[in-house]
């Protein structure tokens, strides 16, 4: 099944373009690759292994074919001369220019924190949280912590899932202080859709960092890091409990594809309608950071 996601921009329907796709389809949908993925891919020793291998001088060879494969626009790349990455992950976390993401001033704005696909739940349940159609998991599991998680019944659930061509830089979606970041032990299963829909409880079972983010204008936010398949290391470049400015840089994913969730609470934020009215036909909303995803309801 190929995946599918709209573009924001101009409302196309988009066919996505995966890295590895023959690979992840052998691991997730036969029964001798999935034998593979329990046995060796899903366990941190192959993920930190392979992402070490991305922080080798060698590694560097890959970066153009990578680059030409994902159709990655490296105009908004800070640095576009590929000779001056020294490795392959150095040029994964790359920065990008400020141009190259306008971050929506408004006060009453929330933006996303990040580039990718995104889904969006309001009205959540905490114990029916949705992976995909059919497959559901509950956030206490998920922030190992029931009593927080009960803050945030009856909120809004946003998932953004970045793919390997995405800017892997994640940022903060208000002006606030952020907490130090929680570490959760787990697996490291891929959580591109061909492996949710295989695989129940994804998010609760692989290693994440979450962060209870004291926001301006939202209330307490809570901001969880997903790892995923060969990402070697979540790296916060935050200093907890220091305000921080609305798309301040929090941290960055090493290679792989991963995904930003945040939570907010009940009556907290309105979500723009085009993306709830995607997510109900179950596509994923291309979406930038700094770009407005809601507003406050308050305002």
Sequence with gaps: ???????????????????????????????????????????????????????????????????????????????????SYRTFNDFFVRRLKKEARIVSEAKEALISPADGRMLVYENIDIKKLIQVKGQEYSMGELIQNTELAQQYEGGVCIIVRLNPSDYHRFHFPDEGIPEAAVRIKGDYYSVNPIALRKKARIYCQNKREITLFQSENFDDILMLEVGATCVGSIIQTYISKKRVAKGEEKGYFKFGGSTVILFLKPDTVKIDEDILNYTKEGLETKVNMGERIGFGKTS
């Excluded at 599918?4 to 690979?23: P, Q, S």
């Excluded at 890959?62 to 626009?73: R, S």
């Design 1 to 83: 099944m190929d995946i599918y996601y709209m573009d924001r921009k101009t409302g196309e329907k988009k066919k996505e373009v995966v890295a590895g796709d023959r690979l992840i389809r052998w691991m997730y949908e036969t029964k001798r690759g999935n034998g593979f993925l329990e046995m060796m891919i899903k366990k941190k020793v192959f993920s930190s292994f392979y992402g070490g291998l991305q922080d080798l001088p060698i590694s560097k060879k890959k970066i153009k074919a990578f680059i030409k494969e994902l159709d990655i626009d490296m105009n908004e790349a800070e640095i576009q001369d590929l000779s």
